[in-house]
Nanobody, 119 residues
Framework: VQLQASGGGLVQAGGSLRLSCAAS????????DGWYRQAPGKQRELVAV???????RYADSVKGRFTISRDNAKNTLYLQMNSLKPEDTAVYYC??????????????WGQGTQVTVSS
């Protein structure tokens, strides 16, 4: 599975951005897709996860502001980010987790896209 993230940029506080992550290759075994972010000097953290059963999980800091979704026809994952805050500034990475039954799970990562929110 190869992942290509895009859509980052510079936006003022209160603004919106939509990130995209296009997947290529076989995604048959993928059980969940997600977005993570890493701010300078901090560890990478979960932003949102969308499981193949349709369930979602969000970080408390983005609940009510961010929405994760997927277009299966385009094999593309999205993250709609509204009401952005300066503390949302980070490099955002898309992720796909594949379950190799009997062998465990493996994470694929996109290359990251920078989101900068100015105050």
């Amino acid at each position: 599975v190869q992942l290509q993230a895009s859509g980052g940029g510079l936006v003022q506080a209160g603004g919106s951005l939509r990130l995209s992550c296009a997947a290529s290759g076989s995604t048959f075994g993928v059980i969940a897709d997600g977005w993570y972010r890493q701010a300078p000097g901090k560890q990478r953290e979960l932003v949102a996860v969308l499981r193949r059963d349709g369930s979602t999980r969000y970080a408390d800091s983005v609940k009510g502001r961010f929405t994760i979704s997927r277009d299966n026809a385009k094999n593309t994952l999205y993250l709609q980010m509204n009401s952005l805050k300066p503390e949302d500034t980070a490099v955002y990475y898309c992720n796909a987790r594949e379950d190799f039954i009997g062998l465990g799970e493996f994470d694929y990562w996109g290359q990251g896209t920078q989101v900068t929110v100015s105050s």
